[in-house]
């Protein structure tokens, strides 16, 4: 496979039997091929160089770091590690072994016959540490060295010349084959802290390629996200990289972030791996598929392939159904640009409770409803992470949210009722209802919980508080205010004052869901009085909520879940407009006949906490592929503000009792 944006090394070295295509990017790095896999290997920062006194070796390979306490080491034990990093890890591959480097505590020998299997596996260079004996060998080059062995395991890229070895970390490279990122990047290794993106892309359509280390690398750390590889919204800032908001205007006038976001720092700090920036609908806006622009709308890998990814993070939700690769995306939800991307992808993904995570250096929408989730696969995967992640001293101070100070109790107080609200509930699809059904048995049963039918919309309406009775505009007046003016504030006024200066008083070109908005935008109507106004509506609106309708008791942190649907109810959405226009299709963002508010807008709303969850598929007849086509099914599960982790110690019960599972890659979820 012949790679945009690296040349073929030029000189003449000895390289491995079977490595293809050694080249260097423009950056210095290298680029190689081995079996039918690519490798970038981080050759400008490499992880440590040593001496090894043989000055006229000059051999560049990949090699594999392996690390072993047994004193004895002979065919079998090497056999075995090598088979534990097969079976363990997809960058690793046998194609590493061309050269090994043992590290060994203390003294150690390998045994002749250890040696005799190595040659047969086609291994030419052989590294022990001090303290190792190894017996010589015709084919098998034993090398002693000097140095700094602070390596973890697994495969890297040797590189020797005049008496050293230069060692890099190598990545695989993976296609993002369903056009779901910017472009892939990686840690540059070099002590500041900053990521490079990697200037090489896949031929024909340009996928780009996503360098993702060896998971070998973290079996020996103790962190909690150890080894995690995660996509990252291109709103969010990565030390190194400009934060484009999915803009080509933004990203022109603006230098590349000098810090991480704190919310993307913890992820680091426990350990996990930045591996790319995915794809958004532009400045985190809920535009249509039809209706993006500045990027090519990724691809979902659900049902036909030409279901919509929804809107904002768009590229999070469908990465995660699509590769098996990646662990986790991280993505923000102001309106439901969470949510809702994981109901067309089928996968889990959450609205936490107003205030619950940090989102300095993120680009904002609404700095008081603006939040933060992560996508996953598994459900315990997605607790483990979340839990972990979501920690009180990133919680946002009162003078962003508008609300009182998070708190956020880790118990097994659980609901004791199930909402099931009869304005947004059954799904549009009958042959999805059964499965939901199901859900609501499977889970009143287990917590023993009553389920309680009743219509949102009539109790809003009908409550005597004025903050409630201005709900309805809230909604269109006052929410409209706080989900746009920090935005304006720190990102339209200053693009458009920028460009007009630069362009001769032009205007950015941006797509439309923002041009119009921006353009029009009154200033005296969303004055910084009218926000603080508005902060104080919403906040009587969440504690009308807090006492109405989804509060605590002294056995529950919120006395009930609500359930409602942000997807489509079991219709397939295509990303093609006119698709849509078709009873066995549906566009997103439909708010139900008789509901005053889309049930997306609850919990920006009413600062609670939202999740969606798969809970199984439905066929359609596809417009696309003319063959039946799986759709996923979701339901979405609504705690009082504080109680995200009492809800995820409830999914985490759902999930032991089998009546939630890990979903797939690929076109079906289940
Ligand atoms: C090539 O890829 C296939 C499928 O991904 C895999 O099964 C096979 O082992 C690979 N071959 C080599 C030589 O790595
Ligand atoms: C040797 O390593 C194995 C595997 O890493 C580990 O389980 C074992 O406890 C170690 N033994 C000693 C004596 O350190
Ligand atoms: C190492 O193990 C091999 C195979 O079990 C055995 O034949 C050999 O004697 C052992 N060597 C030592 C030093 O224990
Ligand atoms: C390692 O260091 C020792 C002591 O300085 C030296 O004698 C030896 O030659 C060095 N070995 C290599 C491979 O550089
Ligand atoms: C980053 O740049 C901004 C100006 O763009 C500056 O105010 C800030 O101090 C810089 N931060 C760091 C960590 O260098
Ligand atoms: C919010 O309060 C923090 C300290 O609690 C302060 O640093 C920050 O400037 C305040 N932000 C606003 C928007 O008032
Ligand atoms: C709303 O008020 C009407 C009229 O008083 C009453 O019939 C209805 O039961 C109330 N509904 C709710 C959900 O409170
Ligand atoms: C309802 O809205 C009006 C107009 O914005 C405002 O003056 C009034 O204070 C609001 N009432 C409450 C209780 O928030
Ligand atoms: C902006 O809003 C103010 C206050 O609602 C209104 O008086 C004014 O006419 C609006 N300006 C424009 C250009 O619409
Ligand atoms: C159900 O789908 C139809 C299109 O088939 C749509 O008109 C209707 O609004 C949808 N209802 C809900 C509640 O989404
Ligand atoms: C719920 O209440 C609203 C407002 O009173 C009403 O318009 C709607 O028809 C009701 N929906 C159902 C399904 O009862
Ligand atoms: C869930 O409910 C369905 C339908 O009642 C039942 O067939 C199934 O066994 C239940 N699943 C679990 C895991 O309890």
């Given at each position: 496979m012949k790679l945009v944006g690296a040349v073929l090394f030029g000189g003449l070295l000895q390289a491995a039997e079977?490595?293809?295509?050694l080249r260097r990017t423009a950056q210095g790095e290298t680029i190689f091929e081995l079996g039918n896999a690519t490798y970038f290997a981080n050759t400008v920062h490499p992880a440590t160089v040593l001496n090894v006194g043989i000055s006229g070796l000059s051999w560049d390979g990949p090699i594999t770091v392996l690390h072993t306490n047994v004193s004895n080491i002979t065919a079998a034990v090497l056999e075995d590690i090598f088979k534990s990093y097969s079976d363990g890890d997809d960058v690793f591959s046998m194609a590493f072994t061309s050269a090994v480097l043992l590290k060994t505590p203390g003294t150690a020998a390998v045994h002749p016959a250890a040696v005799d299997y190595l040659s047969k596996i086609k291994t030419t260079h052989l590294m022990a540490a001090g303290g190792c004996a190894v017996p010589s060998h015709q084919a098998v080059k034993n090398m002693a060295f000097n140095g700094s062995l602070d390596l973890p395991p697994g495969p890297y890229f040797a590189s020797f010349k005049a008496g050293s070895v230069t060692i890099s970390k190598v990545y695989r490279l993976y296609e993002d084959t369903h056009r779901d990122f910017l472009y892939g990047a990686y840690a540059m290794d070099d002590g500041t802290g900053r990521f490079a993106s990697l200037g090489v892309s896949m031929p024909q359509f340009g996928y780009p390629a996503i360098p993702v280390p060896s998971r070998i690398y973290s079996w020996n750390d103790a962190r909690p996200f150890a080894g995690y590889r995660v996509a990252i919204k291109d709103l969010f800032d990565m030390k190194g990289l400009v934060t484009t908001g999915g803009s080509q205007a933004w990203a022109l006038v603006n230098p590349v972030a000098n810090a991480t976001a704190p919310s993307i720092q913890r992820i680091l700090d426990l350990g996990g791996v930045l591996v790319g920036k995915y794809k958004l609908a532009q400045f985190a806006s809920g535009a249509n598929p039809w209706d993006w622009q500045d990027e090519h709308y990724p691809f979902n890998p659900r049902g036909d392939g030409w279901l919509t990814c929804s809107a904002s993070s768009s590229g999070g939700g469908c990465s995660i159904a699509a590769y098996g690769w990646l662990d986790y995306a991280i993505g923000s939800d102001t309106g439901s640009s969470m949510r809702r991307p994981a109901a067309v992808s089928g996968t889990y993904g959450q609205r936490p409770s107003?205030?619950?995570i940090s989102l300095e250096r993120v680009l904002p929408l609404g700095g008081a409803t603006d939040t933060a989730g992560v996508f996953s696969r598994d459900p315990y995967k997605w607790i483990h992470f979340s839990k972990h992640w979501y920690t009180p001293s990133l919680h946002q101070s009162s003078n962003i949210t508008g609300l009182s100070p998070l708190v956020v109790p880790d118990t097994n107080a659980f609901p004791k009722t199930i909402l099931y609200p009869v304005d947004y509930l059954p799904l549009n699809n009958s042959a999805a209802e059964p499965i939901l059904d199901a859900f609501i048995g499977n889970m009143s049963s287990l917590f023993g919980m009553q389920v309680k039918r009743f219509n949102f919309s009539e109790t809003v309406a009908n409550a005597s508080d004025l903050a409630v009775a201005n709900l309805t505009r809230l909604n269109n007046g006052p929410l409209n205010i706080i989900n746009s003016r920090t935005q304006w504030v720190e990102v339209a006024n200053p693009l458009i004052d920028r460009w007009a200066e630069l362009f001769d008083g032009r205007f950015p070109p941006v797509d439309s869901a923002r041009r119009e908005g921006w353009h029009e935008y009154n200033e005296t109507e969303n004055s910084l009085e009218a926000y603080n106004e508005a902060l104080r509506q919403k906040n009587a609106a969440v504690q009308w909520y807090e006492t109405n309708l989804q509060y605590s008791t002294p056995d529950s942190c919120s006395e009930s879940v609500m359930l409602y649907d942000i997807g489509t109810g079991g219709l397939p959405s295509y990303r093609e407009e006119e698709l849509n226009n078709n009873a066995n299709a549906s566009f997103l963002a439909v708010r139900p006949?008789?509901?005053?508010?889309?049930?997306?807008s609850i919990c920006p709303l009413y600062g609670c906490a939202d999740f969606t969850i798969p809970i199984g598929q439905v066929p359609y007849w596809s417009q696309v592929t003319y063959h039946y086509e799986m759709v996923p099914i979701t339901i979405n599960m609504v705690v009082k503000r504080g109680c995200d982790f009492v809800l995820y110690n409830m999914i985490e019960k759902l999930a032991d009792a089998g009546v939630l599972t890990s979903v797939k890659t690929g076109r079906t979820a289940f």
């Open positions: 079977g490595l293809q295509s107003q205030g619950m006949p008789g509901a005053t508010i889309t049930g997306a």
